[in-house]
């Protein structure tokens, strides 16, 4: 388990940013902002926080070609 | 009629000397005219004022203006200012740590910056240029502090929150969007303040271009990376001509680009600035 940074200032789809994910016992105070636990696969901006259901959820999913090497 | 004069009664208020005893051989009020105040009682921190209308002392005591306090004592007066004084120190944290005020600090103005956005990954020769990272927001917290009390700072590194305590944070700036195709992707959303006296969101990275498709040899040229309130921006990728730069200046959203190398970057650090 992770731990995301939830910042309610800042709307994503119908909810919050996820705005930083940091192992858990690294979290640290951050006005105006929660830590809720969350999966190990979340990453920042690529999901969002649903204070509906207090579930963080994927973004939908952007097409990317393969980068060039 | 008048009254005789008592020349025993007189002669037992003069001494020796033949001089009179204030105390006992006066009696009344000396006026003003006779080099007396025509006072006899007061109260603390009453001033004797001269007057040139009718020559007279008046009993008064001092106003406070604006950002100043009076203490009437006995036999005293205190003046003081009640206005924050200014700053005359500045500590700025580049790496987490923690700030512990001074005894005497009761007031203290914080600057908090988060860490920028990066680059998406590039695409490839006639497509799209992903889009620039976005700044890291910033707060300012001017206001009281407990003296003699560590406050807990973090600084974000790219994309990352600072925070100084819960008195004044910042989230970083986002990371620009991959593009899809040929189209250019959208420039990353700055962070925001989200606790502080002032609350500033940072400027959104530019859109990467858009690529011509038939034409591999000219991708779409690259984004800026938006700006903190310290500016810092990097800029975007012009293909064989230009890299495009990492964000700088704390919190500046990286550059984009599309032609490797020289395509990619990451946003700057943030910072946190005590001032007290």
């Known amino acids: 388990m992770k731990e995301a940074l939830i910042s309610p200032k800042e709307p994503r789809e119908t909810g919050y940013r996820v705005a930083q994910v940091v192992e858990q016992g690294q979290t640290f105070e951050v006005g105006g902002c929660f830590w809720i636990s969350c999966a190990d696969d979340v990453v920042a901006d690529q999901f969002w926080y649903d204070p509906n259901d207090k579930l963080i959820k994927l973004f939908s999913v952007e097409v990317e070609d393969a980068p060039i090497t | 009629m008048t009254q005789a004069f008592n020349l025993s009664q007189f002669a037992n208020k003069v001494n020796s000397s033949g001089q009179a005893d204030l105390t006992t051989a006066v009696t009344g009020t000396l006026p003003v005219a006779n080099g007396g105040t025509n006072q006899t009682t007061y109260t603390n921190g009453q001033l004797l004022i001269g007057n040139t209308t009718g020559n007279t002392l008046t009993k008064a005591t001092l106003t406070a203006g604006s950002n100043i306090s009076i203490t009437n004592g006995a036999g005293a007066i205190t003046i003081a200012s009640t206005a924050a004084g200014g700053f005359s120190n500045m500590q700025v944290f580049t790496n ?18 988060g860490g920028g956005g990066g680059s998406s990954s590039p695409g490839g020769p006639g497509s799209g240029s992903p889009g620039a990272g976005g700044a890291g927001g910033a707060a300012i917290y001017v206001g009281p502090v407990s003296a003699s009390t560590p406050y807990a700072v973090t600084v974000g590194t790219a994309n990352n929150t600072s925070s100084f305590g819960a008195l004044a944070s910042a989230t970083g700036g986002s990371n620009g969007s991959a593009r899809s195709g040929t189209t250019g992707g959208a420039g990353g959303a700055g962070g925001t303040g989200t606790a502080g006296t002032l609350q500033v969101q940072g400027s959104y990275g530019s859109n990467g271009g858009s690529g011509p498709g038939s034409t591999p040899v000219v991708p ?3 984004g800026a990376g938006g700006a903190s309130i310290f500016g810092g921006g990097g800029v975007g990728q012009i293909p064989g001509t230009l890299s495009a730069t990492p964000g700088g200046n704390y919190g500046g959203g990286g550059g984009s680009g599309n032609t490797l190398p020289g395509a990619t970057s990451t946003g700057g650090p943030g910072v946190v600035i005590v001032e007290y």
Do not use: E, L, N, R
């Open chain 2, 220 to 222: 779409g040229a690259g």
């Open chain 2, 96 to 113: 987490p740590g923690t700030f512990t005020t001074p005894s005497t600090t009761t007031q203290i103005k914080v600057t908090v910056v």
